[in-house]
């Protein structure tokens, strides 16, 4: 049984294990390791902001370059607009990216605030990755992946200043990953997440998102699931911000590129037709 450092076995369930083994095996992206290689930040998230149009246009033998750097430049866009959500953060702070996949958003932090930041994965591989990847940028000794599970870390009580989830949350139950952010984090602490969330107003699942659920093995949940686990933790919201109008644009771009995986139209629908969101939720701990 595989454990981390902490002794305990890291994957619990088998639904845990065929998402770890999703990640995996997934090595061979080039939606996602194209754009990484631009500049050495390799994103697991989606983008925000309009794009260029003028991308489109131009030389058609470089025209496929020019989109995949526009489609980076949104999905870094997007980690700016967590981080901007952090609040305060001095160097002597320490961070926690939950579900830190090849550790984008994490280095991205450590750029910002210059302070120590732990990312953990229930994937070897990601974490693998993640950990060469702080090395290259020479900060091995400020930014740490660990193959640990983000509804049980084994970190110590109130060791966070901030935690964040970019786009992870679809792969646990609310209750138990915010049971343990407020366990990590000290009063006044933050959390931020940036999430897809079904609309409980349009009624049940849509195609859609459960195309969407098929298609990453995982279980989008509802917008008020997100604010009854909040409070039933002791994370009362201070920010919420729609940011569904913002990623329509990355995802119209991104249907165009030699890197569409198939699941473009999905959300280009389930957004369209107000099935789902893409929300920012910022939470303190009280
Ligand atoms: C993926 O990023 C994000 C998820 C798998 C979670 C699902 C997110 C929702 C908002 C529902 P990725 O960058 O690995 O995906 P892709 O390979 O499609 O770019
Ligand atoms: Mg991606």
Redesign the pocket.
């Known amino acids: 049984m595989q454990t981390s450092t902490i002794g305990k076995p890291v994957l619990r369930t088998p639904y845990q294990r065929s998402v770890a083994a999703y ?1 995996n095996t ?1 090595q061979n ?1 080039p ?2 390791l194209k754009l990484g290689e631009i500049d050495g930040i390799y ?4 983008g925000v902001g309009d794009y260029d149009p003028a991308v489109l246009d131009g030389p058609k033998e470089t025209r496929d370059e020019r989109v995949i750097a526009e489609l980076h430049r949104l ?1 870094t866009a997007q980690a700016n607009v967590l981080l901007d959500h952090l609040g305060d953060i001095a160097p002597t702070d320490r961070l926690l990216d939950a579900g830190s ?1 090849r550790g984008g958003t994490s280095l991205m932090a450590h750029q910002r605030f210059g302070c120590h930041v732990d990312g953990v994965s229930i994937s070897e591989y990601q974490v693998g990755f993640a950990n060469e990847q702080a090395a290259v940028h020479g900060v091995a000794d400020q930014v740490a992946f660990h193959f640990r599970n983000m509804l049980d870390t084994g970190f110590d009580n109130g060791r966070y200043q901030a935690v964040w989830t970019n ?2 949350t ?2 646990v139950d609310l209750f138990e990953l915010y049971g343990e952010f407020a366990r990590l984090l000290p009063f006044g602490g933050r959390y931020v997440c ?4 079904a609309n409980d107003v349009t009624g049940g699942r849509s195609k859609a998102v459960s195309r ?2 098929e ?2 093995t ?1 279980n ?1 949940h509802r917008r008020s699931q997100y604010f009854a686990a909040l409070a039933a933790n002791r994370l009362a919201p201070i920010n919420v911000v729609d940011l569904t109008a913002a990623t329509i644009p990355y995802w119209e771009l ?1 249907a165009k590129s030699s ?1 569409a ?1 198939g ?1 473009e139209e999905a ?1 280009l629908t389930a957004y369209r037709e107000g099935s ?1 969101h ?1 929300l920012l939720i910022v939470a303190d701990r009280i």
Do not use: P
């Open positions: 990640w997934n992206d939606v996602n994103h697991h998230h989606y999905e996949g786009e992870t679809m792969y940036i999430t897809g969330c969407i659920d298609h990453y995982c989008i991104r890197v995986t699941i959300f789902f893409y």
